[in-house]
Each structure stands twice: as C-alpha cells, then as structure tokens.
C-alpha cells in the first residue's frame, strides 16, 4: 500500500479567453452587475486552497479581476487549451516552483460550489496519483445517452474515490449500475501538468475530443471523487440565463 502524504502547496489557476464561439466574450458577460469570471474568482477564493490566479490573453478580463482586488497573468492569444494556458501562467508566476500542485478551473463554471475545489486534491495524498478530477451520478435518464455529458469509467478504490480508466462520450459501461458524468476540473501535480502539455495529442482524444485521454494513454494516473452536483458550465446564451437565476440571492447580498 502507497505511503500516504499531504498534497503539496496547491495554487488555483483559471484560464479565460475572449474567442468563445457561442457566447462572445463570455468570461466578461453579466451577472448581476459582474463578469461571470469574477464569480469564477470569487468560488475558487471561498475555497480556500491556495492563492487563485486568472490567466487571460484579455486586457479586460485582466481588469476586472485587478478590480476586485484579484490577480490576473497576461499569456498568449494562441492557446489550443486551458491546460496550454496555465502552463504558461504557472511559468511566470511561480518561477522558483514553491507551488506542487496545480488545479485547472475553467473560467465558466460561476455555480461552482467551493468545497468540490478543495475535494479535488484529495486523490493528491496517494502519490500513485498523477492527475485527480470530479465526477457525480447522473440522475437524469437523457443525460446518460448525450454526447454532450461525458463519462466517466473508474474502478472504485475506496468509497466516493474511483481509479479512472477511460472518458467517453458514449453511454458507458453498459450494464446495471451507475453512469458517472465527468466534471472537467482537474489538480495537477506540477511534473503532471508539465508532462501532460509536452505530449501530442493521443488518438483516443482526437477520436473521442476530449484531452484527459492524452493522460491515460501516457499511463498517467487519474483519480477522480465523487461530489453531488454538476455546475453548470455556461456555454450559450440560455446557460447564462439559467446562471443569473441560480445566482439571484448573491445579487441580493446573501451568500450563493
């Protein structure tokens, strides 16, 4: 049985860009009076994990975390991925490397509930464990057959905890039993991260598009813990409006 030990220091690292297709400048869209990635800022604060940082190739989203009393790095406009992003941004913030594990929140998720940020370095204290995420059960019958809800298929290590063995965006595995829809935030070991943005692209993700293949088929290891809830990610102008209405009481000063 592995050694278990703390994760080490952990910085929360969130990539935005302007260039989204179906929602144009979606990082600075409105919500109640502020753009949906100080909402992003202010979940990842209340975590509590670590310093929380904006990496941006947008003067203005840069602004407006600056405004809030945030912090925000400028990297380039030429990212393929948010994981591409951070790299870069990890490179310029922390060049003595005191920090040792990096979590990946996408800029789009301003429902997030804090604690799903701190339970995603959980998986960290087993040092077998390169990369972990979140997943939670899906409950809705249409869900398990769209394409658009990605799977998670993971043997459970310990109750809650499960040992990834592939992504997909099929209906998978087959059989009596629950369906798992994967949560696209991650924590990083920095060697893992560093590793992970050095790789080509695996057929597998080209296939199915979806990068955290590239991980598995390197035979990195990713763990992933099970939360309540999927946030809503805002992808379209209805998920945006489905966003300010989740979020109204935070609009009426009480805590969201």
């Known amino acids: 049985m592995p050694t278990v030990r703390a994760p080490s220091r952990p910085l929360v690292l969130v990539p935005a860009r302007l260039a989204a297709t179906r929602l144009p400048n979606k990082p600075l869209a409105d919500i109640h009076g502020e753009p949906m990635i100080v909402h992003v800022w202010r979940r990842a604060t209340e975590a509590g994990v670590g310093p929380v940082v904006v990496a941006t190739d947008s003067v203005d989203v840069a602004e407006a975390i600056k405004s809030v009393g945030g912090q925000a790095v400028m990297t380039r406009a030429d990212h393929p991925s948010g ?27 301003p429902t997030l509930d804090p604690l799903s940020v701190r339970r995603a370095l959980t998986p960290l204290e087993d040092p077998d464990v390169d990369i972990s995420t979140l997943v939670a059960e899906i409950t809705r019958e249409e869900e398990k057959t769209a394409p658009d809800v990605v799977k998670m298929v993971g043997s459970e290590v310990t109750p809650g905890r499960f040992r990834c063995l592939y992504f997909t965006r ?60 999927v946030p809503l990610g805002v992808d379209t102008p209805e998920d945006l409006e489905r966003a300010r209405a989740l979020l109204i009481h935070a609009a009426e000063g009480v805590p969201s």
């Open 83 to 109: 994981s591409d992003r951070i790299a870069e941004a990890l490179d310029q913030i922390d060049p003595a490397r005191d920090f040792g594990v990096v979590i990946n929140l996408q800029g789009d998720l």
């Open 170 to 229: 099929a209906t998978a595995p087959t059989g009596p039993g629950p369906l798992y829809h994967h949560i696209g935030l991650y924590a990083y070991r920095r060697e893992a991260l560093e590793r992970f943005v050095k790789l080509p692209p695996s057929p597998l993700e080209m296939r199915e598009k979806l990068e955290q293949l590239r991980a598995l088929e390197a035979g990195m290891r990713v763990d992933a813990v099970k939360v309540d809830a």
